[in-house]
């Protein structure tokens, strides 16, 4: 018998083993296949696949690479390379061999399927999420490709094809909880809550005792303004699995929409307490502190610096040298940071800065850590130079990302609010780094550099200790405000027709803590026959205002949140606006401006407090500014008895607005870029000294 023939014979006889199980004689015989001829490809492939699956990757490459050099033409033989590759780590190496199965088999959804993990380990999203689609087409019967590609698509923000390929999978899989799961949070992200709450009680009937599944339903709950029933879902979580953070978090941003804010630092502090190693939950407590009144500036910093030690020194050591160049008066790179490119308070602030920047002096750079988007999103595409979408990228990547921009200066606009990049700070990726328009405050990183404010919530030489940057005073204010279109008129003073004073707050539940309330009861007290207007979100909440501020519920109306046309239009029947403490009302207290009802507000120690006295000083209404309790009831019940300078107020209030610094926006956005010029030119100093 020839080689040639013995070599066939043991083949036949290996594969006939192999078939039916008996891997021990199959190697046996693939061993003997090599004695006769050491490279043989098709034995040495299945004792390297073999390596493989006894945990020996090393081995499975240098058999599997000696198959294929002898016959390279083998697209099982590159996928089992590749599989061997990945097993080590190896990458790239991994996604060459899978690759190369599909170009001799361009139908291999396994191959596919397997790029696809190689891809994404090698942090390659959109290319994984290519490599899936294949796989769904190849087999689109297969519910586990259809569902995976709605997992990879919803890491990459595609929210609407993440839930198209949901659907999908549901299809043939109708009680897959953990998809039904993943697209009610997808449809969640997307605003299409009722949907939402419908499939994830879906997934609580399938999974009772799944403590993930309460929790996101609480989510979307929430989103609803269903804060009770969020809650309670919560707590069910919570109750299933007492060490869950994640549910103690949610819970503590439901507690905190609903004023109880005692309780939702408590509920952040447990979360932490359970994982230290979440910033965001850290971030989450620490945005909190700024609404509870017992906490002063200075315990507030001291939480910035906790969060700094623990979560931005580490990244520091990726710190890399600057290679910008150092002229001072240059065109420079501006680079803005935020989630909130779109309808929010803080994309307001923005955009007279953005509609009014200096073009020749300025290139501007967004990097948007956002999964929807709006029509003020477009505008602010349109505004800016460069468009960068961030969401789901690592901050090591969006580091990288920023440094080959050559961003000379980056500007954080979030602080510690939901979604905020501080962590990309941390890395440094540009030479000057700023802090802003979030909300007046620090960030507590020693990474930024410096910070904005103006001179009313930080006067000149004072409070510069209680902040980790340098502040920045800009001339006028930190807020410019720019109404956006279809706003109401402002009508006449409501109480000459009702024949009584109605006060109103307008901002959220989160700033009306039981301080608030007991204050603002002393001044419907003070003032017979007067009501009060709020928002509110249940029948308990409402019970739990009547019973904090002592007034009859009959003198309290609430009502819900709406869009901004039903928003605005609910001040036409206000006369008289109450402020929050310690959080007063920032855009909201323009808002209420803007619609010619004026704002009574207390001015106190922290930041955050200081808001009102900000918007009074440059309207020049600063004698509607209180230090004390008494001092706010006084001016309250003072207002309140003078009809005529409400009505005087209430007619003049837009035009008195619409010629102060606080819609001067040419000099808003002159203000910002000349602190930018200034403190470039530092840096060149130094740099160019150093």
Not at 58 to 65: C, P, T, Y
Not at 175 to 180: F, G, K, N, R, V
Not at 569 to 577: K, L, N, Q, S, Y
Request: contains cysteine; hydrophobic residues 40%; negative net charge.
């Amino acid at each position: 018998m020839s080689d040639s023939e013995s070599i066939q014979r043991w083949l036949d006889q290996a594969r006939r083993l192999g078939d039916s199980g008996r891997a021990s004689d199959a190697e046996t015989a693939y061993k003997q296949i090599l004695t006769i001829d050491p490279q043989q490809p098709a034995a040495l492939h299945w004792l390297g696949r073999a390596a493989l699956q006894n945990q020996q990757p090393e081995v499975a490459v240098d058999l599997i690479g000696q198959s294929l050099a002898v016959e390279s033409q083998n697209a099982d033989a590159h996928l089992d390379l590749g599989n061997a590759f990945f097993r080590l780590g190896r990458k790239e190496e991994a996604i060459a061999a899978f690759k190369s199965a599909i170009a001799l088999r361009p139908d291999y959804a396994a191959a596919y399927g397997n790029l696809s993990l190689a891809l994404q380990s090698a942090g390659r999203l959109d290319e994984a999420i290519d490599a899936l689609r294949h796989v769904t087409v190849l087999n689109p019967k297969q519910f586990e490709a259809h569902a995976a590609l709605g997992t990879l698509l919803h890491r990459a923000s595609r929210l609407q094809d993440a839930a198209s390929s949901y659907r999908r999978a549901l299809a043939i899989r109708a009680d897959s909880a953990e998809t039904l799961s993943n697209l009610g949070n997808a449809l969640r992200e997307l605003g299409e809550i009722s949907e939402a709450i419908t499939l994830l009680r879906r997934v609580i009937e399938l999974r009772p005792t799944h403590p993930a599944a309460h929790m996101h339903l609480g989510i979307a709950l929430g989103a609803a303004q269903q804060w009770e029933q969020a809650i309670a879902a919560y707590q069910r979580a919570i109750q299933l699995d007492p060490t869950f953070p994640d549910a103690y978090n949610n819970l503590a941003n439901a507690l905190k929409e609903c004023g109880r804010i005692v309780e939702s630092v408590a509920a952040y502090r447990h979360a932490l307490a359970l994982r230290t190693d979440r910033p965001d939950i850290a971030s989450n407590l620490i945005y909190e502190l700024h609404f509870h009144p017992e906490y002063d500036s200075q315990a507030i910093l001291e939480e910035h610096t906790k969060w700094n030690e623990r979560y931005a020194l580490p990244p520091a050591k990726f710190i890399k040298p600057h290679r910008n160049d150092p002229s001072a008066d240059r065109r420079l790179r501006i680079g803005y940071v935020s989630p909130d490119f779109k309808h929010h308070v803080v994309g307001f602030n923005l955009l007279p800065l953005f509609r009014h920047r200096n073009h020749d002096h300025f290139h501007v750079t967004c990097y948007a850590n956002m999964t929807v988007s709006d029509a003020l999103t477009d505008t602010f595409r349109t505004l800016s130079g460069e468009w960068r979408s961030i969401a789901g990228t690592s901050d090591a990547d969006v580091a990288e990302m920023i440094a080959r921009d050559q961003i000379d200066i980056l500007v954080d606009l979030s602080l510690h609010m939901e979604r905020n990049r501080l962590l990309v700070f941390a890395r440094k990726p540009a030479p000057v780094q700023v802090t802003f328009a979030g909300y007046p405050g620090t960030t507590g990183l020693t990474a930024i550099d410096y910070r904005l404010t103006d001179p009313y919530l930080d006067p000149p030489g004072t409070r510069d200790d209680l902040y980790s940057e340098k502040s920045i005073r800009l001339a006028h204010s930190f807020w410019c405000y720019s109404p956006i279109g279809n706003e109401p008129p402002v009508n006449p003073l409501p109480a000459m027709t009702n024949g009584f004073v109605t006060f109103g707050c307008l901002s959220t539940q989160t700033k009306v803590n039981d301080k608030v309330l007991q204050l603002w009861g002393r001044v419907l007290r003070a003032v017979p026959g007067s009501k009060l207007l709020l928002l509110a979100p249940s029948e308990g909440y409402r019970q739990w205002i009547a019973d904090q501020s002592g007034v009859d519920l009959n003198r309290i109306e609430f009502i819900e949140r709406g869009a901004r046309l039903k928003y605005l239009e609910a001040f036409h029947r206000i006369d008289i606006g109450l402020d929050s403490f310690p959080y007063n009302g920032h855009t909201t207290g323009l808002d209420s401006w803007w619609m010619g009802v004026p704002v009574v507000s207390l001015c106190g120690e922290t930041i955050a407090s200081r808001a009102g006295f900000s918007h009074a000083s440059n309207l020049g209404l600063t004698d509607l500014v209180a230090t004390t309790p008494d001092q706010f009831v006084q001016i309250a019940t003072d207002l309140a008895s003078n009809l005529s300078r409400l009505s005087e107020l209430r007619s003049t209030m837009r035009a008195r607005m619409s010629t102060s610094p606080l819609m001067d926006a040419a000099r808003f956005a002159r203000d910002i870029e000349s602190a930018y010029r200034d403190i470039w030119r530092r840096w060149c100093t130094d740099h160019t000294s150093g």
